[in-house]
């Protein structure tokens, strides 16, 4: 199996996260993982109402979150799901299904950085690297 490069390390860890959504029964309509510094990804939820997006997206800084807005549109509610910026993807699944049931009172505002994406020495690379070899 060829290595996969640093800018898209992320991607098989997304599609992991995705997988899990839809084996759970949340269904998916796509997703996507953007290579650009700070790496981020984005999963994007059926839509439950016409017009509304839900997503569910990931930074190596921040971590997941949930998200709702108009379609088309910037977000207008956003919510931290997740500790750490590394959790595995059944944990993301329950935090998912929580906030679809309307339960946030496991979130957080989405604001704090939780590392730097410079940051080389603290073994997120190699935990993000055993997802491309699942």
Request: glycine content about 8%; aromatic content about 10%; some cysteine.
């Amino acid at each position: 199996m060829a290595e996969i490069d640093y800018h898209n390390a992320h991607a098989p860890y997304t599609d992991a996260v995705a997988h899990a959504l839809e084996v759970a029964g949340i269904e998916v309509d796509g997703w996507f993982a953007d290579a650009n510094d700070p790496r981020d990804s984005c999963i994007t939820l059926a839509r439950s109402k016409p017009g509304r997006q839900r997503v569910v997206a990931w930074t190596e800084e921040k971590g997941w979150m949930y998200g709702t807005g108009p379609e088309n549109d910037s977000l207008n509610a956003i919510y931290g799901i997740c500790d750490g910026v590394l959790p595995e993807p059944a944990e993301v699944v329950e935090a998912v299904r929580r906030c679809l049931a309307g339960d946030f009172s496991s979130t957080d505002s989405y604001t704090a950085r939780l590392r730097d994406f410079e940051d080389d020495e603290d073994g997120f690379e190699e935990r993000l690297a055993a997802y491309a070899k699942a």
